[in-house]
């Protein structure tokens, strides 16, 4: 369904490595939409005189339809490929990379993970407070707006809804930000970033009278983001296979149906001898994989 060409309004889909700037509009835009969650539970709250929270009344609608459903689908079969490929390939790729782990030690934790990614991670959470996530948050589900001489996007809009879940906010926030963001912009923004995101969501609930700090306090909100670490960096790592693949190659390989098939579903031969090949594709990848290679280093599973 299209209900507006916002195209005319001068929003435009992103590609590549974002600014700040960028990510922050986004952040901002992420702070809209959980804040929508926050209010609509704690209104309801209110009005039953109990907890009330989203997937007690609409659990039919924010079923999980990727990690851990029993139904194999085309969006199944090119995230379990992603984690062999990555179990296979990727992470054998680097040895330049220092560690404290041996290899062995280090699949068997990103195997670890990737099975608390399946079984519960992206799921409703015990401890940390859940909002509706938009689910699958990365460049190719924002569109931008930039005026004509302004270098710097102003706002965005977050499309695709599809695989909504009902998890911890931190979910959309991470893994946006490890696919749209390098490693140099993550260490010199995360921080700044995620106080954004905190401030906007802040900023909203106090437009309806109530006190984020009551319901989601910062301290708590960095724990979460701590935690699903784990899970944001096995996503992006499963999703940049193909989302990094060098564009004008893509656009050859998306001609033949067969071998989009065959490369999605069934064996990424073809991108791993680009993969294999020094350059962007590589070097994305390679900061993801240190990028997991220091939480399962510094943490437990």
């Given at each position: 369904m299209?209900?507006?060409?916002?195209?005319?309004?001068?929003?435009?889909?992103?590609?590549?490595s974002?600014?700040?700037?960028?990510?922050?509009?986004?952040?901002?835009?992420?702070?809209?939409?959980?804040?929508?969650?926050?209010?609509?539970?704690?209104?309801?709250?209110?009005?039953?005189?109990?907890?009330?929270?989203?997937?007690?009344?609409?659990?039919?609608?924010?079923?999980?339809?990727?990690?851990g459903?029993?139904?194999?689908?085309?969006?199944?079969?090119?995230?379990?490929?992603?984690?062999?490929?990555?179990?296979?390939?990727?992470?054998?790729s680097?040895?330049?990379?220092?560690?404290?782990?041996?290899?062995?030690?280090?699949?068997?934790?990103?195997?670890?993970?990737?099975k608390?990614?399946?079984?519960?991670n992206?799921?409703?959470?015990?401890?940390?407070?859940?909002?509706?996530?938009?689910?699958?948050?990365?460049?190719?589900?924002?569109?931008?707006?930039?005026?004509?001489?302004?270098?710097?996007?102003?706002?965005?809009?977050?499309?695709?809804?599809?695989?909504?879940?009902?998890?911890?906010?931190?979910?959309?926030?991470?893994?946006?930000?490890?696919?749209?963001?390098?490693?140099?912009?993550?260490?010199k923004?995360?921080?700044?970033?995620l106080?954004?995101?905190?401030?906007?969501?802040?900023?909203?609930?106090?437009?309806?009278?109530?006190?984020?700090?009551?319901?989601?306090?910062?301290?708590?909100?960095?724990?979460?983001?701590?935690?699903?670490?784990?899970s944001?960096?096995?996503?992006?790592?499963?999703?940049?296979?193909?989302?990094n693949y060098?564009?004008?190659?893509?656009?050859?390989?998306?001609?033949?149906?067969?071998r989009?098939?065959?490369?999605?579903?069934?064996?990424?031969?073809?991108?791993?001898?680009?993969?294999?090949?020094?350059?962007?594709?590589?070097?994305?990848?390679?900061?993801?994989?240190?990028?997991?290679?220091?939480?399962?280093e510094?943490?437990?599973?």
């Open positions: 299209i209900f507006d060409d916002v195209s005319l309004k001068n929003y435009k889909s992103v590609s590549g974002l600014s700040y700037e960028t990510i922050r509009v986004v952040f901002k835009q992420l702070a809209k939409m959980h804040a929508c969650s926050l209010l609509y539970e704690e209104i309801q709250t209110q009005k039953q005189g109990k907890p009330l929270r989203i997937d007690e009344k609409y659990n039919d609608y924010i079923q999980e339809t990727i990690l459903s029993e139904e194999m689908n085309d969006i199944n079969k090119l995230f379990i490929l992603g984690v062999r490929t990555n179990m296979k390939y990727i992470l054998d680097f040895p330049d990379i220092p560690r404290k782990l041996t290899r062995e030690e280090f699949k068997d934790k990103v195997m670890q993970a990737y608390a990614l399946f079984n519960e992206i799921r409703k959470n015990p401890k940390f407070r859940n909002v509706l996530c938009q689910g699958d948050c990365w460049g190719g589900n924002v569109l931008i707006r930039k005026e004509d001489d302004d270098q710097f996007a102003d706002d965005a809009y977050i499309i695709d809804y599809q695989l909504t879940r009902y998890c911890p906010p931190a979910h959309d926030l991470l893994v946006f930000m490890y696919m749209a963001a390098t490693k140099e912009t993550r260490q923004y995360m921080s700044r970033l106080r954004v995101y905190y401030q906007e969501l802040d900023d909203i609930l106090e437009r309806y009278d109530h006190d984020l700090k009551k319901i989601y306090a910062y301290e708590e909100f960095l724990e979460c983001v701590e935690y699903m670490k784990y944001a960096l096995c996503i992006s790592l499963c999703y940049m296979q193909i989302t060098p564009a004008e190659k893509m656009m050859e390989l998306m001609k033949d149906e067969e989009t098939t065959y490369a999605f579903s069934i064996d990424r031969k073809e991108l791993m001898e680009e993969f294999e090949k020094e350059g962007p594709y590589r070097h994305r990848i390679k900061e993801i994989v240190e990028d997991l290679y220091k939480v399962c510094n943490d437990s599973i």
